[in-house]
Nanobody
Framework: QVQLVESGGGLVHPGGSLTLSCVAS????????MGWYRQAPGKKRELVASITSGISTNYADSVKGRSTISRDSAGNTLYLQMHSLKPDDTATYYC?????????WGQGTQVTVSS
């Protein structure tokens, strides 16, 4: 079992920046992939960015160039730095981890981009 707890969401003005964090506990040593997903009202959950245990990264086109995903050296904390935020980035952001074929999710943190 893996538990994921996100933090760092909030209200941001357009053009602003924020960093989301996700702390993994439990069997975090067996995580192969971690990532951030987001879901806006009335829309499907979508991948924002992911990172493997080998630090290979992948980004959605919508955030590429203005977001950075990273993990700490212990692999227990996941970060997402986002810059030049737009109203379209408004969503609930979920931390994700995969262990084998099992997916784990955090409860989500709300990000609202508005003036």
């Amino acid at each position: 079992q893996v538990q994921l707890v996100e933090s760092g969401g909030g209200l941001v003005h357009p053009g602003g920046s924020l960093t989301l964090s996700c702390v993994a506990s439990g069997s975090s040593f067996s995580i192969s992939v971690m990532g951030w997903y987001r879901q806006a009202p009335g829309k499907k959950r979508e991948l924002v960015a992911s990172i493997t245990s080998g630090i290979s990264t992948n980004y959605a086109d919508s955030v590429k160039g203005r977001s950075t995903i990273s993990r700490d050296s212990a692999g227990n904390t996941l970060y997402l730095q986002m810059h030049s935020l737009k109203p379209d980035d408004t969503a609930t952001y979920y931390c994700h981890a995969r262990v084998g074929r099992v997916n784990f999710w955090g409860q989500g943190t709300q990000v609202t981009v508005s003036s």
